[in-house]
């Protein structure tokens, strides 16, 4: 059977500088902290070899791209630096290019369209426009949270900007402020890098994704449900998985995957 793939089209977004980035999404302590790590992830990513496709840019393969959102929030500003390296050095944006915006995306979990728009020509190199979309987000979203409307439809606005956001609803201490604790919606479990709570996240676009209550401090992103039990084989955590013989804990360590029956309470959850 041939393996899922993720299909991409040729994205008309754009890379901000590596630079500016990093200041303003990863602490300086959390980065140094995280840097060999992030840095072996990245020396992953880019040993990848992507094939074209006849429908599409590029197609991704599902393992390609676990590999690609393993990299972490604190990877951005690696990803962003390439891409800006290959545009200068080539002149072009490839399909690599796409991919890494990809990963730049979806991992500050920023709506394409607010990216792919903020420029006054979408067909701008990726680039200028993702520079056009963080210059524009450090004016849009203090002046949507200071403004007249519900907390939903702030919610609804702020949600286009991703992590972003976040760093303008939180204190110095990295709380949430209390109007909009409702809508980070905590599921009970530690958060396996911080301890702290990890909460139930959506995109724009209505996709749910677990992440830590005190991003971006912390970088803990997970697509699937993440569970307090522990893996019994490599003590790495677990997530949930649903599937037609019944649910199951696998293992979120892609060395070991070890899978245990959930108990049955999960299934009313």
Same mark, same amino acid.
């Given at each position: 059977?041939?393996?899922?793939?993720?299909?991409?089209?040729?994205?008309?977004?754009?890379?901000?500088?590596?630079?500016?980035?990093?200041?303003?999404?990863?602490?300086?302590?959390?980065?140094?902290?995280?840097?060999?790590?992030?840095?072996?992830?990245?020396?992953?990513?880019?040993?990848?070899? +992507?094939?074209?496709?006849? +429908?599409?840019?590029?197609?991704?393969?599902?393992?390609?791209?676990?590999?690609?959102?393993?990299?972490?929030?604190?990877?951005?500003?690696?990803?962003?630096?390439?891409?800006?390296?290959?545009?200068?050095?080539?002149?072009?944006?490839?399909?690599?290019?796409?991919?890494?915006? +990809?990963?730049?995306?979806?991992?500050?979990?920023?709506?394409?369209?607010?990216?792919?728009?903020?420029?006054?020509?979408?067909?701008?190199?990726?680039?200028?426009?993702?520079?056009?979309?963080?210059?524009?987000?450090?004016?849009?979203?203090?002046?949507?949270?200071?403004?007249?409307?519900?907390?939903?439809?702030?919610?609804?606005?702020?949600?286009?900007?991703?992590?972003?956001?976040?760093?303008?609803?939180?204190?110095?201490?990295?709380?949430?402020?209390?109007?909009?604790?409702?809508?980070?919606?905590?599921?009970?479990?530690?958060?396996?890098?911080?301890?702290?709570?990890?909460?139930?996240?959506?995109?724009?676009?209505?996709?749910?994704?677990?992440?830590?209550?005190?991003?971006?401090?912390?970088?803990?992103?997970?697509?699937?449900?993440?569970?307090?039990?522990?893996?019994?084989?490599?003590?790495?955590?677990?997530?949930?998985?649903?599937?037609?013989?019944?649910?199951?804990?696998?293992?979120?360590?892609?060395?070991?995957?070890?899978?245990?029956?959930?108990?049955?309470?999960?299934?009313?959850?």
């Amino acid at each position: 059977m041939p393996r899922k793939k993720f299909k991409i089209c040729v994205p008309l977004l754009a890379v901000f500088m590596a630079i500016l980035l990093a200041g303003l999404l990863v602490p300086h302590n959390s980065f140094h902290a995280r840097a060999q790590e992030v840095e072996k992830a990245f020396d992953e990513v880019k040993a990848i070899k +992507l094939k074209p496709s006849l +429908l599409s840019y590029i197609s991704v393969h599902e393992d390609d791209a676990k590999e690609l959102f393993k990299i972490g929030i604190g990877g951005v500003p690696l990803l962003l630096e390439e891409i800006d390296k290959i545009v200068t050095d080539t002149g072009s944006y490839d399909m690599y290019c796409a991919f890494y915006m +990809l990963g730049v995306e979806t991992l500050l979990c920023v709506d394409d369209e607010n990216v792919r728009y903020a420029g006054e020509d979408i067909f701008d190199f990726p680039n200028v426009n993702f520079k056009i979309f963080v210059r524009q987000a450090k004016v849009k979203i203090p002046q949507i949270i200071q403004s007249n409307q519900s907390v939903e439809k702030k919610m609804e606005e702020l949600s286009g900007y991703g992590v972003l956001s976040l760093l303008y609803l939180t204190d110095e201490k990295g709380r949430i402020a209390k109007e909009y604790e409702p809508y980070l919606e905590k599921i009970g479990v530690p958060c396996p890098k911080c301890g702290k709570d990890v909460v139930l996240r959506k995109t724009k676009k209505g996709r749910k994704y677990f992440g830590c209550e005190n991003n971006p401090e912390c970088d803990f992103m997970s697509w699937s449900r993440p569970v307090a039990e522990k893996c019994p084989k490599c003590g790495s955590y677990m997530t949930l998985s649903r599937t037609k013989k019944g649910d199951f804990y696998v293992c979120a360590n892609e060395t070991c995957r070890e899978r245990i029956p959930a108990p049955q309470s999960e299934e009313n959850e």
